[in-house]
T-cell receptor, first 109, second 112 residues
Framework: AQRVTQPEKLLSVFKGAPVELKCNYSYSGSPELFWYVQYSRQRLQLLLRHISRESIKGFTADLNKGETSFHLKKPFAQEEDSAMYYCALSGGSNYKLTFGKGTLLTVNP | ETGVTQSPTHLIKTRGQQVTLRCSSQSGHNTVSWYQQALGQGPQFIFQYYREEENGRGNFPPRFSGLQFPNYSSELNVNALELDDSALYLC???????????FGSGTQLSVL
């Protein structure tokens, strides 16, 4: 069974502070991990995926298979980063995504 | 390039009724997935269609059914609506064989 856990429902930081959104997963095979983001009044969109190993809007995420984690990090948070963040896992051939419950990030001025 | 569009945006139904939700996939995408997002939860996979065939299904009862048309647009049908079916229904399209999904804005369904 696939499961994604985001332990923090809410996360509040000040502008310029580092931010880390936690994601842990459970999957017996080799997963593909994603972070999706939903800004206010916008649709859900892909932020980054682990296989591309890229940095988007200053965010990075490293897949740690030993700890089964895929935490999202940014060294200096900006107010425009305030949004709902969902960690998601894909396993198997039909690319079904299993989402976590999401973390609402608020970056205060 | 046209993104994923869903209709209607909002819908109110009563328990026991049937509902059809519609989705137009992004240009060039032949795979459509449907997700249910209850309040305070992450999206939950309902099923996926690839080239007009169901290609995977989540833990939803048979009264949730779907279709994909030759132009890759899709419908989600729910029969015998229950109060717990109240949720945001998201459609997502992708090019075949890729896990990168492009989401629509969703249909908010309320069952009274």
């Amino acid at each position: 069974a696939q499961r994604v856990t985001q332990p923090e429902k809410l996360l509040s930081v000040f502008k310029g502070a580092p931010v880390e959104l936690k994601c842990n997963y459970s999957y017996s095979g080799s997963p593909e991990l994603f972070w999706y983001v939903q800004y206010s009044r916008q649709r859900l969109q892909l932020l980054l995926r682990h296989i591309s190993r890229e940095s988007i809007k200053g965010f990075t995420a490293d897949l740690n298979k030993g700890e089964t984690s895929f935490h999202l990090k940014k060294p200096f948070a900006q107010e425009e980063d305030s949004a709902m963040y969902y960690c998601a896992l894909s396993g198997g051939s039909n690319y079904k995504l299993t989402f976590g419950k999401g973390t609402l990030l608020t970056v205060n001025p | 390039e046209t993104g994923v569009t869903q209709s209607p945006t909002h819908l109110i139904k009563t328990r026991g009724q049937q509902v059809t939700l519609r989705c137009s996939s992004q240009s060039g995408h032949n795979t459509v997935s449907w997700y249910q997002q209850a309040l305070g939860q992450g999206p939950q996979f309902i099923f996926q269609y690839y080239r007009e065939e169901e290609n995977g299904r989540g833990n939803f009862p048979p009264r949730f059914s779907g279709l994909q048309f030759p132009n890759y647009s899709s419908e989600l049908n729910v029969n015998a609506l229950e109060l717990d079916d109240s949720a945001l229904y998201l459609c997502a399209s992708s090019p075949g064989g890729q896990a990168k999904l492009f989401f629509g804005s969703g249909t908010q369904l309320s069952v009274l």
